[in-house]
Nanobody, 124 residues
Framework: QAKLVESGGGLVHTGGSLRLSCAIS????????TAWFRQAPGKEREIVAA????????YYRDSVKGRFTISRDNAKGMVYLLMNDLKPDDTAVYYC?????????????????WGQGTQVTISS
């Protein structure tokens, strides 16, 4: 059972940047694909970006393409989400997620492990 802990959220102005971090207990080798989701008030949770275990396949939702970058540091057991050119619509609680090993590799499919979330607020 992997445990995920996010950090790095905060309040920034429109156009600013943030880097979210996710520490995975047992390291990134204990999970398969990893992803970042977000949930804004009154809205459903949505996937933002995902990265395969080998880091060869990526997924980004259209609204963040060219602005967000997901990455992982296997040596440190960390997953990151670098967010540039932030907009008020990016305001949400951001969650780190990971798939169990030996499960389907569909990056937009089911995720099994979740962090507690970190708040990102973009002021206009």
């Amino acid at each position: 059972q992997a445990k995920l802990v996010e950090s790095g959220g905060g309040l920034v102005h429109t156009g600013g940047s943030l880097r979210l971090s996710c520490a995975i207990s047992g390291g990134t080798s204990s999970v398969s694909a990893t992803a970042w989701f977000r949930q804004a008030p009154g809205k459903e949770r949505e996937i933002v970006a995902a990265l395969s275990r080998s880091a060869t396949n990526e997924y980004y939702r259209d609204s963040v393409k060219g602005r967000f970058t997901i990455s992982r540091d296997n040596a440190k057991g960390m997953v990151y989400l670098l967010m540039n050119d932030l907009k008020p619509d990016d305001t949400a609680v951001y969650y780190c997620a990971a798939k169990r090993l030996f499960t389907p590799s569909d990056l937009t499919g089911q995720y099994h492990y979740w962090g507690q979330g970190t708040q990102v607020t973009i002021s206009s």
